[in-house]
């Protein structure tokens, strides 16, 4: 599908992506570039790199796709640092778990070298780093790509055939309503989890010997790097803010109908609550 | 360890115990009695299960141990039915998940013919009914015994033992204890999850495309049994409403940090939720 694919930055998703490429036979050449010498040193003994050169304009020469793999405030800043150095009009992608932002700045950034796509691939964990990557990391899982009104729609094509090619599931929408939906299926829950584990924290120290399985469920997501998701928080402000304040109104909704004893009101919500998550399954 | 062990209402937990308790040879003797005529013509057939007399009465006869599994709003009414008809000083226990008005009204029913020890095994699941009963299912999960000043003490260290040997973690705390810790570490998560799937139900109806594994693991307490968890919450009504008011003022802490870019506040909270959830695994 592509003669040289570049990923940039390969933490869990990066060098996710290319074992998978590698092993689907989407790329005929990988180079993946790294900022610390000592990760490149690493990447010259794994079998899904081709190359892992010392400079991110080398990585990036004649390539037809490039892949920003970074933590979402560093995506748009490499976008720049690319963009004087591309020579082969590549279509330039991200993995960024917020878009409006990103898609609007990294076009513009890249608007007379490359052409830019937004992706957000929704196959992240709790676990990090280069060391966890798996070739099966995307398979059966969406992806967003977010084209808008400037975007090329030819690589917007390419990179929705090349999530699938990778084994997701694609869903195209703007980078706006992306940023809606995410607040609300992803960046809501993990506030959800993060506020009930430190609720708990202070006064349910032993919560290990107490806890069912279900609070380990409940609360899974909080254990993801604080540091990922406070710039999640600050790309997606203001649609959070939304999202949240709206779930407010309906946890109020419960907590009345608990202290009034309004019981039909609560087997109507938790009846909700089920018809939901039944549907997720 | 008994020689005539009873079950009464074999539904997911009390068909796993009758499982368990024939495979580890801890009774010799496992009847069973169900309300339903079909559901006894069922037990006729299961090898976990001697007898499944058609009255209560003659379920209880000669027994050492009935353990009352039917959902929390039916075991005082089923306390109060088989006391008088024991003849062997029987210790009673049930699996209610709420324990502060369980223990003192089916201790006070009992008092003349048997000896009542609270139990909660936290081993519950979003699936019920006999037919996902597993002989594991208390393996390694914890188990409130809940003795209060009435309770006979030989009575609790033998319940503590039989729920050891079914493989369970056996916790002891007082009822009222009991139901702050579950409040907090069962009921608010229950409430929260189904809270966040109810909110989600009327404008993320295609969720199933869009959310993430972090999304199932949030919500998938939601599924429960309304009937069910509607009556728990009925129960530890007050537990129930001091942590989600507790809770609902943490929330607040995070709307506030994000709303006025407090990002040093996001990091203390999301760090703190992380250590939780480490401390849980």
């Given at each position: 599908m592509f003669e040289k694919l570049t990923i940039i930055a390969p933490g869990l998703l990066g060098a996710s992506i290319a074992m998978a490429a590698k092993e689907r036979k989407i790329a005929n050449d990988v180079s993946v570039w790294a900022r610390r010498e000592e990760t490149r040193r690493q990447l010259?003994?794994?079998?899904?790199?081709?190359a892992a050169p010392d400079t991110i304009e080398a990585a990036c020469k004649d390539s037809e796709c490039i892949i920003l793999c970074a933590p979402v405030e560093r995506i748009i800043d490499l976008a720049k640092q690319i963009a004087p150095e591309l020579n082969s009009n590549p279509i330039v992608t991200d993995v960024g778990s917020v878009k409006s932002k990103i898609v609007r700045e990294s076009s513009y950034a890249l608007k007379d070298t490359a052409r830019f796509v937004g992706s957000h691939p929704?196959?992240?964990?709790?676990k990090t780093g280069?060391?966890?990557?798996?070739?099966?990391?995307?398979?059966?899982r969406t992806c967003f790509v977010t084209p808008f009104e400037n975007t090329d729609e030819i690589a917007a094509d390419k990179i929705a055939t090349f999530w699938q090619a990778l084994g997701s599931i694609v869903l195209r929408e703007t980078p706006e309503k992306h940023d809606e939906i995410v607040s609300k299926v992803s960046h809501l829950p993990h506030i959800l989890a993060s506020a009930l584990a430190s609720y708990l924290l202070a006064d349910q120290s032993n919560a290990k010997d107490t806890c069912g399985n279900g609070l380990k469920d409940t609360t899974r997501?909080?254990?993801?790097d604080p540091a990922l998701w406070k710039e999640i928080i600050v790309q997606n402000r203001e649609e959070i803010l939304r999202s949240l304040s709206d779930f407010q109104d309906r946890l109020q909704l419960y907590y009345s109908a608990i202290a009034n004893e309004d019981y039909l009101e609560i087997m109507k919500r938790l009846n909700e609550g089920k018809a939901f998550r039944d549907a997720l399954d």
């Open positions: 010259d003994s794994k079998d899904w790199c081709d929704m196959a992240g964990s709790e280069m060391e966890n990557a798996d070739a099966g990391l995307f398979d059966g997501v909080a254990a993801g």
